[in-house]
């Protein structure tokens, strides 16, 4: 898709191989680091209901969806929006819509952001 897109080829050029074989990497590992990030959150604080816990997944992923889909509509990669962003905003938004009303019982010793 993405050769398509900036190369109108099926397949990378040769003299980008070396930086989408990089690329992957640091990538990886940013997605990896969110996700592990995501469970503890979700984990600990999230299930206690402390309302930072829930205010900090939807800021970022909010922040996420809306650089990388506005970055897909500018280059044009339209199934990156339609089907990875979408999926995980429904993945991410049910269990945050469904216990929203939990988070606002006050929790003393808990700093609201």
Not at 5 to 23: A, D, L
Not at 42 to 50: D, I, L, M, S, W
């Amino acid at each position: 898709m993405l050769a398509i897109n900036f190369w109108h080829s099926t397949q990378f050029p040769t003299e980008v191989e070396p930086f989408r074989v990089f690329i992957y990497g640091p990538l990886g590992g940013t997605i990896t680091c969110c996700y592990i990030l995501l469970a503890f959150i979700a984990y600990y604080p999230f299930k206690e209901k402390q309302r930072w816990s829930r205010n900090a997944i939807v800021v970022a992923f909010s922040v996420w969806v809306i650089i990388d889909s506005s970055l897909c509509l500018y280059f044009k990669v339209y199934p990156q929006i339609y089907i990875i962003n979408a999926f995980s905003i429904i993945v991410k938004a049910l269990p945050i819509i469904f216990t929203w009303k939990d988070f606002r019982q006050s929790v003393k010793s808990e700093t609201i952001i």
